[in-house]
């Protein structure tokens, strides 16, 4: 018969420190403190399993469990001697969840469980202190009302506020024994007018509603938004830990407290908790009194005057002191631990690896492995990936006032505040005169780079989290809020509306790319300072993976700003980026719009000086390094006017009329142009397009190898291929371009040509593809779009949904589907190389900057990865673990 229970405490260990999985995290640490002696009150805990088969089974116990519950009741029994329900000296336990993972605040907890009208009478008696238990008894009808009955809580603290204000007192110790029992009477009549029966008398219903209730909290909406966010699987379940109680409010002598081992903010190795005299757990983290420090030390330096715990009980202080020590060495890293102190004896209740900002998590690891506690290999363990954002961007201040007018989706980290703008050109137009600017727009286009490159943040109505905006952002190191669907943005008007609020073109806003919010007014933000423990664990993480990490990178800043971060050279330069810059958008349009090949080569000739300066300066960046660039990819209709007041100043610098202008424009547009005359494609029909481009590349590359002596070497990347036929093309033409340049300048230097994989059918072809590319880049935003036939616009309209109902774990252009757009990239790989054992493979989409694409890429056998530039140190890390854990 499967076990469900298993008990702990009095020498007694069912599970052990190990079964996280099957006792939740709350439920093995319990086992192991109470194997290791410390002080740990008797209990046992239901496991996770019976989570499932309680979901599975319509939410009902087994008889075998209640069995086995009664004989966790008689463990504690037995080592108490005290016995649940008994009249004269009643047992009373805590219910709480504990999940395999670390979930604050988001389940359900009933403490104080065994009281009634007769059990209260009995704990009066034993503990000799009438006041004592009808507090608890208040305490407890309170939150059994709450967490089991879902009766209004705001009815119970109404009561509670009106009792306190009838007898002119201000805090909650100030209420006599008295007093609670009126006021228990008044919450029994509140519970029975609400629920419609009398408050639960008989102990063994109170338990077995109380379990209940912390197994229907895995299902509450706050905790499947905890993890949605945190990409904790929905049917690992939680745990139950029954527990005897014991009491932080039993006068003077008894506390209760929360506390790290180590300063979870900054990372210091000192003591960082909180405490209260004659109070129960849910006071500290209530607020409802205001707590005293646990050290000395932290009393001073904040010039607080009520004791500090290490002043107030120095005995006790100094027991918990060495459990602190045990336990951060028993466990080996920062502890969050709650504690309780019942007539100057000290219980343990929970201890757990705690939370800590990004700048902590360094610390700590770095720390730890220098003072020998873990291994370095260890520390790069100990550091999510993800939470170096917040070291590489600003962010808010903390402590500011936030005047939140709506919330979208955190595109791209970091906080800026600055002057609303709708249209690019104002944008550019406005910080050019110094002016900090947020630029709204309902989404961005490629036209837009000018704008977003000019703004301190970008905020679109409409976009998903690898939307246009998102990734350009991400880039640039710019935070972005996409997708922000409560706004509704008039660019006409150059006005915002969120509900009845107003923002126009000048008014201040404020952006968090980070959580999504969006503000009206400035907020302070805080300058991220890399310390030296980032470089540390940097330095540590290289030496540890096997992927090469690049950035994806257009400009010299970006190119320079990834350097600084760590990336080993481009593996992605977008060059229609490059064409969007007011001072080449008049020749890229004419090139556009003339009628013949002698027409398209007289305004690309125009181009080839501007194109070959702007490799110039990224070449020399990059001096050295692989530069993956891929010729012109979106369809041409982007580079032509859509607003009618554009067309009279286009034509004009065109040298046409507007009519022939618009119907150029209409020849041109796409009904659905993702998958129109794009990429390679435009290169079939206009070779002449990645000619120049080619001859830029080359010329470039000769210029920066003769004035540095460090050559780069350029790797040709031709877009959205579908055939070996295509890609012979394509070459044919960048081979030519090369040779015409090499004996032009008399010189020569290495290069690739290859393809991007972001068509299935690319990936299927891949053997036959790899005859002609020495190189496959994996793009793997448009092969995610392809794949699944969804527009990465237009996802987050439903995509949040598919993620909540299972469809897909996570957001397949956020994390990439390993089981589909993986597979063919498995499948390509593998043929590519049976093609050219020694083809190159990495990806550029996004998904490179994602510490589980990583992972695959990793498991999968790629040769590097390539990141927008402020996600390098992430790729550099998540690589590492990758590495590590595949060992």
């Known amino acids: 018969?499967?076990?469900?229970?298993?008990?702990?405490?009095?020498?007694?260990?069912?599970?052990?420190?190990?079964?996280?999985?099957?006792?939740?995290?709350?439920?093995?640490?319990?086992?192991?403190?109470?194997?290791?002696?410390?002080?740990?009150?008797?209990?046992?805990?239901?496991?996770?399993?019976?989570?499932?088969?309680?979901?599975?089974?319509?939410?009902?116990?087994?008889?075998?469990?209640?069995?086995?519950?009664?004989?966790?009741?008689?463990?504690?029994?037995?080592?108490?001697?005290?016995?649940?329900?008994?009249?004269?000296?009643?047992?009373?336990?805590?219910?709480?969840?504990?999940?395999?993972?670390?979930?604050?605040?988001?389940?359900?907890?009933?403490?104080?469980?065994?009281?009634?009208?007769?059990?209260?009478?009995?704990?009066?008696?034993?503990?000799?202190?009438?006041?004592?238990?009808?507090?608890?008894?208040?305490r407890f009808i309170q939150m059994y009302s709450d967490v089991v009955l879902e009766l209004d809580h705001g009815r119970f603290e109404e009561a509670l506020e009106i009792a306190k204000e009838d007898r002119g007192y201000s805090l909650d110790t100030e209420l006599s024994a008295g007093d609670w029992q009126v006021l228990v009477a008044e919450y029994k009549a509140i519970v029975e007018e609400l629920w419609g029966k009398p408050f639960p008398q008989d102990v063994h219903a109170q338990l077995w509603g109380a379990i209940g209730a912390v197994f229907g909290s895995w299902q509450s909406e706050r905790a499947k938004v905890y993890r949605r966010l945190n990409d904790i699987p929905g049917d690992w379940g939680t745990a139950v830990n029954v527990q005897a109680m014991v009491f932080g409010n039993m006068g003077e002598t008894s506390a209760t407290g929360v506390a790290f081992t180590r300063d979870p903010s900054k990372g210091d190795n000192a003591y960082y908790g909180e405490f209260l005299i004659n109070a129960q757990g849910e006071d500290v983290v209530a607020g409802i009194r205001t707590p005293q420090y646990l050290t000395r030390a932290a009393r001073e330096a904040a010039g607080a005057k009520p004791a500090s715990m290490e002043e107030a009980m120095p005995e006790v202080y100094a027991e918990l002191a060495r459990v602190f020590d045990l336990l951060e060495r028993h466990y080996r890293d920062m502890q969050d631990i709650e504690f309780t102190v019942e007539r100057g004896k000290?219980?343990?209740?929970?201890?757990?690896?705690?939370?800590?900002?990004?700048?902590?998590?360094?610390?700590?690891?770095?720390?730890?492995?220098?003072?020998?506690?873990?291994?370095?290999?260890?520390?790069?363990?100990?550091?999510?990936?993800?939470?170096?954002?917040?070291?590489?961007?600003?962010?808010?201040?903390?402590?500011?006032?936030?005047?939140?007018?709506?919330?979208?989706?955190?595109?791209?980290?970091?906080?800026?505040?600055?002057?609303?703008?709708?249209?690019?050109?104002?944008?550019?137009?406005?910080?050019?005169?110094?002016?900090?600017?947020?630029?709204?727009?309902?989404?961005?286009?490629?036209?837009?780079?000018?704008?977003?490159?000019?703004?301190?943040?970008?905020?679109?109505?409409?976009?998903?989290?690898?939307?246009?905006?998102?990734?350009?952002?991400?880039?640039?190191?710019?935070?972005?809020?996409?997708?922000?669907?409560?706004?509704?943005?008039?660019?006409?008007?150059?006005?915002?509306?969120?509900?009845?609020?107003?923002?126009?073109?000048?008014?201040?806003?404020?952006?968090?790319?980070?959580?999504?919010?969006?503000?009206?007014?400035?907020?302070?933000?805080?300058?991220?300072?890399?310390?030296?423990?980032?470089?540390?664990?940097?330095?540590?993480?290289?030496?540890?993976?096997?992927?090469?990490?690049?950035?994806?990178?257009?400009?010299?800043?970006?190119?320079?700003?990834?350097?600084?971060?760590?990336?080993?050279?481009?593996?992605?330069?977008?060059?229609?980026?490059?064409?969007?810059?007011?001072?080449?958008?008049?020749?890229?349009?004419?090139?556009i719009l003339a009628s013949d090949e002698a027409g398209r080569r007289a305004a690309l000739a125009k181009l080839l000086p501007e194109q070959r300066s702007d490799f110039v300066e990224i070449f020399e960046v990059m001096a050295g390094l692989p530069c993956t660039i891929r010729l012109l990819d979106p369809p041409l209709h982007e580079f032509l006017p859509h607003e009618e007041s554009e067309f009279a100043e286009v034509a004009a610098a065109a040298g046409l009329d507007v009519e022939t202008l618009k119907r150029r424009a209409a020849?041109?547009?796409?009904?659905?142009?993702?998958?129109?005359?794009?990429?390679?494609?435009?290169?079939?029909?206009?070779?002449?397009?990645?000619?120049?481009?080619?001859?830029?590349?080359?010329?470039?590359?000769?210029?920066v190898a003769e004035k540095t002596g460090a050559a780069p070497v350029p790797e040709v990347m031709i877009p959205l291929v579908a055939t070996k036929r295509e890609l012979e093309l394509m070459k044919a033409v960048v081979d030519a371009a090369a040779e015409a340049v090499f004996a032009d300048k008399g010189r020569r230097i290495e290069y690739l040509v290859g393809t991007m994989i972001e068509l299935p059918r690319a990936a299927l072809m891949a053997g036959q593809i790899a005859e002609v590319g020495a190189f496959f880049s994996f793009g793997t935003n448009d092969l995610t779009q392809t794949t699944l036939g969804v527009s990465r616009d237009d996802a987050a309209r439903f995509l949040t949904t598919y993620v909540e109902k299972g469809i897909y774990p996570k957001d397949p252009f956020v994390s990439l589907d390993v089981e589909g757009v993986g597979e063919l990239i498995a499948i390509a790989a593998e043929r590519g190389r049976a093609t050219r054992p020694d083809i190159k493979l990495g990806i550029c989409g996004e998904h490179g900057g994602d510490p589980a694409s990583i992972a695959f890429c990793e498991a999968t056998g790629l040769d590097y990865v390539s990141a927008s530039p402020y996600r390098v140190p992430i790729a550099r890390l998540a690589a590492a673990q990758a590495a590590l854990k595949s060992q």
Not at 681 to 690: A, D, K, Q
Request: hydrophobic share 40%; proline share 4%; with cysteine.
């Open 667 to 703: 020849e041109l547009h796409e009904f659905n142009p993702m998958l129109g005359h794009r990429g390679c494609r435009l290169g079939v029909t206009y070779p002449e397009i990645y000619e120049i481009q080619a001859r830029a590349i080359f010329e470039a590359a000769i210029e």
């Open 1 to 138: 018969m499967t076990q469900y229970v298993y008990r702990f405490g009095g020498g007694v260990s069912d599970g052990g420190a190990g079964d996280k999985n099957l006792l939740g995290g709350k439920g093995a640490n319990l086992d192991g403190m109470a194997s290791i002696g410390l002080p740990v009150p008797p209990g046992f805990t239901i496991s996770t399993a019976m989570c499932t088969r309680y979901y599975e089974e319509g939410e009902t116990f087994p008889d075998s469990v209640k069995g086995e519950v009664a004989n966790g009741l008689i463990h504690i029994e037995g080592i108490t001697g005290k016995t649940f329900g008994d009249a004269a000296d009643p047992l009373l336990v805590s219910v709480r969840s504990g999940a395999r993972v670390s979930m604050p605040g988001m389940m359900d907890t009933v403490l104080n469980l065994g009281l009634n009208d007769e059990t209260v009478v009995g704990l009066a008696a034993v503990s000799g202190d009438d006041r004592f238990a009808w507090d608890s008894y208040r």
């Open 346 to 591: 000290l219980w343990m209740l929970q201890t757990r690896s705690g939370k800590r900002t990004a700048k902590a998590a360094l610390k700590i690891a770095v720390d730890m492995a220098n003072e020998g506690l873990i291994t370095q290999e260890e520390a790069i363990l100990r550091v999510d990936p993800q939470a170096l954002d917040q070291l590489l961007h600003p962010t808010l201040d903390p402590s500011a006032v936030r005047d939140v007018l709506t919330k979208g989706l955190p595109a791209s980290p970091g906080a800026a505040s600055g002057i609303a703008v709708f249209d690019s050109d104002t944008a550019e137009k406005r910080a050019a005169a110094g002016e900090s600017v947020i630029l709204i727009r309902v989404e961005t286009s490629p036209e837009d780079i000018h704008g977003m490159h000019a703004a301190r943040g970008i905020l679109t109505a409409r976009g998903g989290m690898t939307s246009h905006a998102a990734v350009v952002a991400r880039g640039m190191g710019r935070p972005c809020v996409s997708g922000a669907g409560g706004i509704s943005i008039n660019a006409r008007e150059k006005i915002m509306r969120v509900g009845v609020r107003e923002v126009r073109e000048g008014d201040i806003v404020t952006i968090d790319g980070t959580t999504g919010e969006v503000m009206a007014g400035a907020v302070p933000t805080v300058q991220p300072e890399l310390s030296g423990d980032f470089g540390t664990l940097m330095v540590w993480a290289d030496a540890k993976r096997r992927l090469k990490v690049r950035t994806n990178a257009e400009t010299p800043l970006d190119c320079r700003t990834a350097r600084e971060f760590g990336a080993e050279g481009i593996g992605l330069c977008r060059t229609e980026h490059m064409f969007f810059e007011q001072s080449r958008i008049t020749a890229v349009r004419q090139m």
